[in-house]
């Protein structure tokens, strides 16, 4: 008989409404056998008691139900966002908060062949907006290229824009010209941004599929509490399935990996993909689901929104899929009964593709389909309401009420829309199934951070963004873990300390619920616990 671990805790958090608090765990296997008091495991024979947690706060592992592997490997370029951020290293990059802070960190890496930075901000930023004037500066023989923290948009210098053939003549929507008709160097969404990407060779698939980012993913997941993560938008070919099954199945690789194929192909393609896909699923690879995007970003302007638009008047966003083609996908989805994972920031993106997955399933009925509306930032009543009777899960993305609140009331939305952003009580109270998410690398991977946004509802200037929108402590630690467990539809798997139940735990130095919401970014993580072995920082 396999050996029965008993793990000792000062306090076991459970996210079970029948058992809610515990001492001690029995693990068997990599699954939960007992909880309970130092005796649970006495009914299956007893058990070796493990003392070295019992310092410790046990809750379920985290789940982060949206975020990208290059999280880790973005750290290869430079960092020119405006907030403070700690690498894959642990070495802290401080922010900028000028636009000559930025043209100086980006010549200190001028000695390759080309130049790129990340992480930019410009809504941060005083003074006329970066533009290739700007980045001509670091450089006008080499191409410079800096990646916006939103990942939606990005700047340009002269020579880039030279390299993928931008001139004034250039048609493309989403290559932004000045008052002379020329390109200024804002290039928007991926169609605009692709070919230079590519010319000066920045691959976000080499960025995620690599040994490296893989086992990098892993490490700061640890360090987050995290067991479980998604990859939204993968692009894995035959090749990198291999390496991710290699690498993932080792003994003492401590993380489940839910990866999402990007929807970029024809919507029968999509489909098929994704079911060769999934039948090659393991424990620590789970593979099936497919990422639709359908608008960009609301701090970058271009996330679709519904009348009035902008506060400050810009056009209304762009639309990365067009709304017969996320018809299209929705509707063979449903039929192939593929889950998918639509990125919606604008209520304009969440209304058309709610409209969407309702004729799909009136066409193709799917009772627990569970897609989920990932970000369903500008969401209001009637559109979670909608979410609910269909079935439809909703990723919040509560960071945003720290990182961007502020510039959101002032610049984007004004105060009343801004107020009711990422509504998660809203939201809960229409019965829809919910979780939120950091969408790390745009910001850093944290479930306890989010949760304090999600608790808190705090700005950077300390202002309350809509009180009435704030969660319980409880709430906010069940959407971190049982919550974000439920849209992957792995709730029977992870999310709470139960029996039968993987046993991946966070271990933390602290009791989130003594803390209460304002002490819940504050919680010490130590490490994790994945399918039952220890992983201390």
């Avoid at 340009?156 to 200024?184: C, F, H, I, M, R």
């Avoid at 000066?200 to 997941?221: C, H, K, P």
């Avoid at 360090?223 to 003492?252: C, F, N, P």
């Avoid at 192939?336 to 309702?358: F, K, P, R, T, Y």
Wanted: charge should be negative.
């Amino acid at each position: 008989m396999t050996e029965t671990r008993v793990f000792k805790a000062k306090k076991i958090i459970t996210m079970e409404r029948g058992l809610p608090e515990a001492t001690h765990v029995a693990v068997r296997d990599g699954c939960i056998l007992a909880v309970g008091g130092a005796d649970c495991a006495d009914a299956w024979g007893g058990g070796v008691m493990d003392d070295s947690l019992s310092d410790a706060v046990l809750m379920p592992g985290f789940v982060e139900g949206h975020a990208h592997m290059m999280a880790g490997s973005m750290w290869r370029y430079s960092y020119v966002g405006y907030h403070d951020r700690i690498d894959a290293d642990g070495r802290l990059w401080e922010g900028l908060t000028s636009t000559d802070d930025i043209i100086a960190r980006l010549r200190e890496a001028a000695s390759g062949e080309m130049v790129f930075g990340w992480g930019l901000d410009p809504i941060f930023l005083e003074g006329e907006r970066l533009n290739r004037h700007h980045l001509d500066q670091v450089s006008r023989d080499k191409p410079v290229a800096v990646l916006f923290s939103n990942f939606h948009l990005m700047c340009v210098n002269t020579a880039a824009l030279e390299l993928a053939g931008y001139s004034a003549d250039t048609p493309l929507e989403g290559v932004v010209k000045g008052a002379d008709g020329a390109p200024n160097g804002e290039l928007q969404e991926m169609a605009a941004m692709f070919p230079v990407l590519r010319r000066i060779g920045v691959d976000f698939r080499l960025l995620s599929q690599s040994a490296e980012a893989i086992e990098t993913y892993a490490s700061i997941a640890t360090r987050a509490g995290v067991t479980t993560i998604t990859d939204l938008y993968s692009m894995l070919d035959d090749d990198d399935l291999d390496l991710m099954l290699e690498v993932t199945g080792r003994d003492d690789y401590p993380l489940r990996i839910v990866p999402a194929i990007g929807a970029s192909a024809a919507p029968e393609e999509v489909a098929a993909r994704a079911l060769a896909l999934k039948v090659r699923s393991s424990d620590k690879l789970r593979l099936g689901a497919v990422k639709l995007m359908t608008d960009g970003s609301i701090q970058g302007w271009t996330a679709r929104v519904r009348w009035p638009g902008y506060v400050e008047g810009q056009p209304n966003g762009l639309w990365n899929t067009a709304p017969d083609q996320i018809h299209a996908l929705a509707m063979e989805m449903q039929r192939a009964g593929v889950q998918m994972h639509i990125h919606v920031n604008g209520d304009e993106a969440a209304e058309v593709s709610l409209d969407a997955l309702e004729a799909a399933a009136r066409a193709h009925p799917w009772p627990g389909a569970r897609h989920v509306l990932q970000h369903c930032q500008m969401m209001d009543r009637a559109l979670f309401r909608r979410a609910a009777d269909l079935g439809v899960a909703c990723n919040l993305f509560a960071n945003h009420l720290w990182y961007f609140g502020d510039q959101h009331a002032a610049r984007t939305l004004g105060p009343d829309r801004a107020a009711r952003m990422n509504a998660l009580r809203t939201a809960m109270a229409e019965g829809v199934t919910c979780a939120i998410h950091s969408d790390a690398p745009v910001t850093p991977l944290g479930p306890l951070f989010t949760a304090w946004c999600a608790a808190n509802r705090q700005t950077m200037s300390g202002a309350t963004l809509g009180a009435e929108e704030r969660v319980s402590v409880d709430d906010a630690l069940e959407l971190i873990t049982l919550g974000a467990a439920r849209i992957l539809k792995l709730d029977g798997e992870i999310g709470s300390i139960a029996p039968g139940k993987r046993a991946d735990f966070a271990v933390l130095g602290a009791d989130p619920l003594a803390l209460g919401a304002e002490g819940l970014k504050d919680v010490p993580v130590l490490g994790t616990v994945f399918g039952g072995k220890v992983h201390l920082l």
